[in-house]
């Protein structure tokens, strides 16, 4: 496996990645409701994937030219996405693409890195180092909660 910076050709399957983890993988954040998935799928396009890959710094895991997974870090210290392909669950994705991003926040100087965690993914942060930073709070769709969480790198 390869933990790449995302271009441009990437975000066609990149979105597929992301739309099918967020449908198959989070059903205890979504429930299976219609709108809940329709609203948080609704900026999952190649369109706002190719804008994100210029604006932000977003990187991929391959296997034989195939995405395995998607994580994005802002300038700010803040995760944005960390999403698996169903396939390739537990099999060290997310945790090599957490790391990359890590190593990102690290070089340009960012000291404590921060996200919204899923209820699905909370369990995954916290055996990664990570934090609550507060009490968990209605997800963005209204469905389910997200958790602020923090982690200080060193």
């Known amino acids: 496996m390869q933990i790449r910076e995302a271009f ?19 059903e205890l954040d979504h429930g299976g409701n219609t709108d809940a998935l329709d609203l948080w799928l609704s900026n999952k396009t190649p ?5 994100w ?12 030219g195939v995405i395995l997974g998607v994580a994005a ?10 999403y698996v392909s169903p396939g390739a669950r537990f099999r060290g994705v997310s945790k090599a693409l957490i790391g990359r991003l890590e190593a ?10 921060t996200l919204e965690s899923t209820a ?3 369990g995954f942060y916290l055996s990664a180092g990570y934090e609550e930073l507060g009490p968990p709070r209605l997800s963005f ?3 389910g909660l997200c958790y602020p969480m923090g982690k200080r790198l060193l």
């Open 141 to 143: 769709f209204g469905k």
């Open 73 to 82: 870090i802002d300038n700010s210290g803040k995760i944005t996405l960390n």
């Open 47 to 51: 369109r706002n994937l190719r804008r």
């Open 8 to 26: 441009i050709e990437d975000a066609e399957e990149a979105c597929q990645v992301l739309r099918r983890s967020i449908v198959e993988l989070c």
């Open 53 to 64: 890959i210029t604006e932000s710094h977003v990187f991929v895991a391959a296997e034989e």
């Open 104 to 113: 990102r926040a690290l070089e340009f100087g960012v000291r404590t890195v």
């Open 120 to 122: 699905t993914a909370r």
